[in-house]
C-alpha cells in the first residue's frame, strides 16, 4: 500500500470517528424527545425526523466536555486566562459603548454594571468568541456519549428544539459551546427560554446578535436565583486566620456559617454583618494540585458524579466510601470534593495524571499594612456571600466564580480611572 493511499485511509477512519450520523430509535432518551415533540404537535414526524438526520456524533465535543478547563488548570493559570490588560481594556471599551444599557440594567435589577461585563467577558470575551460547535451535534453527542450527565443534556436537547420553535430558528444551523450554551450570554437552552428578556424593545428576544437583551437577561437571571442587591460578593483575602476557622474552608458553592459563629471561633468578619448573616470560608492556594495520582488515594469529584459510582469505579462498596469519608446516608457529594479512597481500592482514579484541583479566592486585597502577593504559593482564606452562590449558579465552578468576581473588580477599577483621566485637548 502506498504512503498516499494509507494517509488517505487513516483520515477517513478519523473522520468517520469524529462525526457519525445519530439514528433516535438507537437511543432511548433521543427517541422520547421525538416521541414527545411531535405528540405535542410542535413538530411534525417529518419535520423532526429532518432535523435529526443532520446531527452528528462529534468526538471532540465529548473530549472537551471530559476535560473542562476549571478542573485542568490551577487557580493561577485559569485566572490569568480572564484578568489581563487587553480583556479588561475591551471590557471598558464594551462598558463605555453599551452604557445606557448596562446603568439602566443596574438600576432595574440591582446588579452592577461591572457583573454583567464581567460574565460577558468570561463567557464569550465580550461577544468575540460565542462557539464554534452546532448546538443540537454537541446536544445529541452527549446525550449517546456522556451518560454521566445523559439526563440532563436530553432535557436540553427538549429544550433547544422549543427554542428554535418558538424563535424561528434553524436548529441545524445554531453555533454556541461544546455543551450546548449560546450568544453573548452563553445560556444553555433552559436558561434562555426561562431568563432571556427583551430588553432592546424590538419586540423579540435575541442573545446571539443582540447585545442589550444579553446585558438584560444576565440582570434578570441573577435576580431570579437570588442575587442580593447591594450586598458583596466576597469578603477580602485573609492570609492568617485562626486554625478553627481554616478547618472550615471547602469548596462548597453555598453558605453554611453565620457571622455569629465564625467570630466566635476568632474569625475577622466585617463589623458591618449582623451576627445572622451566612457567610461561607474558602481557601486558595495558586498552585494546588491533586496528591500523586500514582498513590490511588483520592478521587477529585466531578459534575454529575455519586458516590455509588465512583465506590463502584474503584471496585469498593458504598458503604466504606461512605465511611471513610464521613459521608451521610444519602452520600451527598459536591462537585470540587476530593473523596478518600478506602486500601482496597483496586482501579486508578479516573482523575488524569497531574491534574489540578483548585480553590479560589478574591481578588487581592490587603488584610494587613501590605497586600497580598497572590502568585505566591501561600494558602488564602476568605469569606464568602450569598452572591457568590448566585454566581456560581452560572456555572458550578468556585474558579469559575472567583474570576468573574476579580474580572469585575479589574473592570471597576479601570472603568473609574477612565472616566477620571482628562481628556486630551481639553483645557
Not at 23 to 30: A, D, G, I, V
Not at 134 to 141: G, N
Not at 325 to 341: H, P, S, T, V
Request: aromatic share 10%; glycine share 6%.
Amino acid at each position: 500500500m502506498s504512503k498516499f493511499i494509507f494517509t488517505l485511509l487513516a483520515s477517513l477512519i478519523i473522520l468517520q470517528n469524529s462525526a457519525m450520523a445519530i439514528e433516535p430509535s438507537s437511543h432511548p432518551r433521543l427517541q422520547a424527545i421525538v416521541d414527545e415533540l411531535v405528540t405535542s404537535g410542535l413538530y411534525s414526524e417529518e419535520e423532526i425526523n429532518q432535523v435529526f438526520a443532520a446531527a452528528e456524533f462529534k468526538q471532540s465535543v465529548l473530549d472537551a466536555m471530559q476535560s473542562p478547563a476549571e478542573y485542568k488548570l490551577t487557580w493561577g493559570k485559569y485566572r490569568k486566562i480572564f484578568i489581563q490588560d487587553d480583556r479588561i481594556n475591551q471590557g471598558v471599551d464594551f462598558w463605555l459603548e453599551h452604557q445606557a444599557a448596562l446603568d439602566r440594567a443596574e438600576q432595574e435589577y440591582g446588579v452592577p454594571a461591572s457583573m454583567i461585563v464581567a460574565i460577558l467577558g468570561v463567557e464569550s470575551k465580550f461577544g468575540r468568541y460565542k462557539g464554534k460547535h452546532k448546538v443540537l451535534d454537541s446536544l445529541v453527542t452527549l446525550i449517546v456519549g456522556f451518560e454521566r450527565r445523559s439526563k440532563f443534556f436530553a432535557s436540553e436537547l427538549k429544550e433547544f428544539l422549543i427554542l428554535t420553535k418558538e424563535n424561528g430558528m434553524d436548529p441545524t444551523e445554531i453555533l454556541g459551546s461544546y455543551a450546548g450554551a449560546v450568544g453573548f450570554p452563553q445560556f444553555i437552552s433552559s436558561s434562555y427560554r426561562n431568563y432571556a428578556v427583551d430588553f432592546s424593545g424590538d419586540g423579540k428576544t435575541d442573545l446571539i446578535d443582540q447585545v442589550e437583551d444579553a446585558i438584560g437577561s444576565i440582570g434578570n437571571y441573577f435576580v431570579e436565583n437570588g442575587w442580593h442587591r447591594g450586598e458583596p460578593v466576597t469578603s477580602i483575602s485573609h492570609a492568617v486566620l485562626p486554625q478553627a476557622v481554616k478547618d472550615l474552608a471547602s469548596r462548597k458553592r453555598k453558605v453554611q456559617h453565620t457571622a455569629a459563629e465564625l467570630r466566635t471561633l476568632g474569625a475577622p468578619v466585617a463589623e458591618s454583618l449582623s451576627d445572622d448573616e451566612r457567610l461561607g470560608v474558602l481557601m486558595l492556594n495558586i498552585n494546588d494540585k491533586v496528591p500523586d495520582e500514582t498513590k490511588r488515594d483520592v478521587y477529585l469529584v466531578r459534575a454529575g458524579d455519586t458516590a455509588c459510582q465512583i465506590a463502584e469505579a474503584h471496585k469498593v462498596s458504598c458503604q466504606e466510601l461512605f465511611r471513610v469519608n464521613k459521608l451521610n446516608r444519602r452520600g451527598d457529594i459536591f462537585r470540587g470534593q476530593r473523596l478518600k479512597l478506602p486500601a482496597q481500592a483496586l482501579q486508578p482514579s479516573p482523575v488524569a495524571e497531574g491534574q489540578k484541583w483548585q480553590v479560589s479566592g478574591a481578588a487581592a486585597v490587603a488584610n494587613s499594612s501590605e497586600a497580598i502577593d497572590e502568585t505566591r504559593e501561600i494558602p488564602r482564606y476568605f469569606f464568602t456571600h450569598h452572591n457568590f452562590y448566585v454566581i456560581t449558579r452560572y456555572n458550578q465552578s468556585v474558579l469559575y466564580a472567583m474570576a468573574v468576581q476579580d474580572l469585575s473588580t479589574e473592570l471597576a477599577k479601570t472603568y473609574e480611572a477612565r472616566r477620571a483621566a482628562p481628556v486630551a485637548g481639553a483645557s
